[in-house]
């Protein structure tokens, strides 16, 4: 009660002057005066005995006080200036304004100041901090944390600051904060490491990135109460990795030790991740390197990595270390980009760690891996990432023998398990076996690469049927895709058009049949390779709603190409030999016909409005090229095929003229958009070359029924 206008104005007395009321009701003049809610107010009425004139006199005392003196900081300054300046530039406050800037502060002030009344536990602290940076105010949150850094713990409070700059890539800004939350007297814990080293690997300055990151971890590891665990130098090794900066990454490697910076398996696979991405960048390098340099260099990352390979190995057998499927994909993606040994290795590699036996073997236990050449690499690179890498390398060399005993088939998956739980895991292991890593869609891709790598072809089916049919795994969109460039890569064309009749049609789009019918285009010496495009070019029909204008070229490619036992017919049989190939290039012709008639009619209907007809050109120009440059190659097969006179029957050559006229004038239509002013050289040649064979035709059409 008493809370409303008309209450208070009858509780001031009917002696109040109009001008004092006017004053009580202004919100302007009684802005230090702060009326509690509702049971607040009647408390402190009820108390009084409800006594009118004490009432007016408390609201008169209260508008005639001067406002509260500026609060200052510990250290005889300023609120506002009480560390890192306030962001003005959030509430559009100029920065020359500091009328702005004072009102703006001391909101914050209050704002702030009657939090901290209510908050003392800094678990609700940290709580409203993340509430506020999820909405964006950050000089709050930034104020209620130094506030409260002066009496209590707060510093959750800090880590949700500094995470909430990284995620706003501001690295310099939370290097700022975890130095002030320091100097507070409030002590980073694990957490607070852990956020500034992620930060820094997902930084977009990775160069001073990798600078922050190895001086905060050298003062942890040196000075600081907090000594750096496993997860902290994993998380300097990615930042170190994103930099592709090796020397520091080997640096920060060689402080693992065997407590509380142990290796684990995300600790290998950030190394050899590394190491590949070295090597793909010496291979795309345009430092003017020549072929041998560059596979110098690469096969010096390769035997790095095995070098490395050779701890782990020697690790997991002593049950220190727990191999996932990611180290194994990671160190089998290094052995892809070396020679053909390397490529073969890949199958030894899953074969030691998941026993995937090896199919292109008849033999039922292969080799292990091969180890490296020089053990001046391993005992140079042993030192760097370990003290004692080279007893564990030796070790390794004694136990990966072909005759020493394997591990007992047991397979488990660690890929979401934490860090605890996979060393806790391992020391239960310790008197056992290790344990093997579970294969999955990313073993299959490397396997599948490394064969089509080495021309082994034959064995991709047997790979691909054994993850498929034995293991029950279920192939991803990159399994396919790897599936068919291995099929690519022998040439099969039966079993790359079995695939596509097989594979899901929601992964299916231009680029998969282009891979298709460049693997009917290589292998033109099987009499079946244009049966098989026939087989791919219907799926395509039924699943793509407009054919893409490569893929119809390809396939007509393979219809020119694959004549090589037509021609080995026409020596024993001239005429049958012409009539199949003439018969192979009109069903070509026919299959293209209506595909590129929908094609075409596509570019009728724009996909988005445009500003103008030049605007509209400017995008459909490059599909109008592609689709002249299809319809130019169906001219050509037509040309063949009534050139040569591979087909006798009339109402066929009379169907393909007409044809031929259609694409013809389809082709004009297309150089008279878009070259406006004349087509090129070149074009008009071809022009006139087309107005030639016109002439021609006509003539040989006009012979012909002369003579009949």
């Given at each position: 009660m008493f809370v409303c206008r008309a209450c208070l104005r009858s509780l001031t007395g009917i002696g109040t002057t109009p001008v004092a009321l006017r004053t009580l009701s202004s919100p302007r003049r009684a802005a230090g005066l702060v009326f509690g809610g509702r049971r607040t107010y009647h408390g402190k009425v009820a108390g009084r005995g409800f006594q009118a004139d004490q009432i007016q006199i408390d609201i008169r005392s209260a508008l005639a006080k001067p406002p509260p003196?500026?609060?200052?900081?510990s250290n005889n300054q300023p609120a506002a200036h009480d560390g890192e300046e306030l962001w003005y530039e959030q509430k559009g406050i100029a920065e020359n304004d500091s009328s702005g800037k004072q009102k703006y502060e001391q909101k914050l002030e209050a704002t702030v100041r009657k939090q901290l009344q209510h908050f003392t536990d800094p678990f609700h602290i940290a709580q409203y901090v993340a509430t506020a940076l999820q909405k964006g105010r950050f000089d709050e949150a930034l104020l209620m944390a130094r506030r409260a850094s002066r009496n209590k713990k707060v510093e959750v409070t800090w880590n949700h600051l500094i995470d909430y700059q990284m995620k706003n890539r501001r690295l310099h800004a939370a290097v700022k904060l975890y130095n002030e939350m320091k100097k507070r007297g409030q002590i980073p814990n694990a957490k607070t490491y852990t956020i500034i080293f992620r930060g820094c690997a997902e930084s977009l300055h990775p160069r001073l990135a990798v600078a922050e990151a190895t001086r905060i971890y050298n003062f942890m590891n040196r000075q600081g109460a907090l000594k750096p665990n496993t997860i902290h130098m994993n998380a300097v090794l990615e930042v170190c990795a994103r930099a592709a900066d090796l020397d520091s990454l080997f640096t920060v490697l060689s402080t693992c030790n065997e407590g509380l910076r142990a290796p684990d398996a995300h600790t290998y696979t950030i190394v050899?991740?590394?190491?590949?991405?070295?090597?793909l960048k010496t291979?795309?390098?345009e430092l003017g390197l020549v072929d041998t340099e560059v596979k110098r260099e690469v096969e010096k990352n390769i035997q790095k990595a095995r070098a490395i390979w050779a701890d782990v190995i020697a690790r997991w057998r002593s049950a220190k270390v727990i191999i996932d499927e990611d180290l194994v994909v990671a160190m089998g993606r290094n052995l892809t980009l070396g020679d053909y040994k390397d490529n073969e290795s890949v199958l030894d590699l899953v074969w030691q760690t998941m026993k995937i036996p090896r199919l292109d073997q008849d033999r039922s236990r292969p080799a292990l891996p091969s180890k490296p050449d020089s053990k001046a690499v391993v005992e140079s690179h042993a030192a760097t990432y370990s003290k004692t890498a080279a007893e564990n390398h030796a070790a390794a060399e004694t136990a990966a023998t072909p005759d020493s005993p394997g591990p007992e088939e047991q397979e488990i998956d660690t890929k979401d398990m934490p860090p605890k739980a996979r060393r806790d895991l391992a020391a239960s292991t310790a008197h056992k076996a290790p344990l093997y890593a579970k294969p999955g869609s990313k073993t299959l891709s490397l396997i599948l690469v490394a064969l089509g790598t080495a021309r082994k072809t034959s064995s991709v089916s047997k790979y691909w049927d054994y993850f498929v049919k034995d293991l029950g795994h279920k192939p991803d969109p990159d399994n396919y895709y790897r599936y068919l460039r291995a099929l690519v890569a022998g040439h099969n064309s039966a079993q790359v058009a079995t695939l596509i009749e097989a594979m899901p049609r929601d992964i299916m789009n231009g680029i998969t049949f282009r891979i298709a019918f460049h693997a009917c285009v290589n292998d033109w010496a099987s009499p079946k390779a244009f049966e098989n495009a026939c087989r791919i070019f219907d799926v395509m029909a039924k699943t793509q709603r407009y054919a893409d204008?490569?893929?119809?070229r390809l396939f007509?490619?393979?219809?020119?190409?694959?004549t090589r036992h037509f021609y080995e017919r026409m020596e024993k049989d001239p005429e049958g030999g012409k009539a199949a190939l003439g018969e192979?290039?009109?069903m070509a012709v026919d299959r293209v016909w209506e595909p590129l008639r929908i094609l075409e009619g596509s570019l009728s209907y724009p996909a988005e409005a445009t500003m103008s007809p030049e605007d509209e050109m400017a995008k459909k120009r490059g599909d109008m090229q592609e689709i002249m440059a299809t319809v130019r190659r169906t001219i050509s097969a037509i040309d063949k095929v009534t050139f040569e006179?591979?087909?006798?029957?009339?109402?066929?050559?009379?169907?393909?003229?007409?044809?031929?006229s259609i694409l013809q004038r389809l082709v004009q239509r297309y150089i008279a958009k878009l070259y406006p002013d004349g087509p090129p050289q070149d074009k008009k040649r071809d022009n006139d070359m087309y107005d030639d064979m016109d002439e021609a035709r006509d003539f040989q059409t006009d012979s012909t029924r002369g003579g009949i």
């Open positions: 003196p500026e609060r200052q900081a050899f991740n590394a190491l590949r991405h070295d090597s291979q795309k390098t204008p490569l893929a119809v007509l490619h393979v219809a020119r190409g694959n192979q290039l009109v006179q591979l087909v006798t029957h009339r109402k066929t050559v009379k169907l393909l003229l007409t044809r031929r």
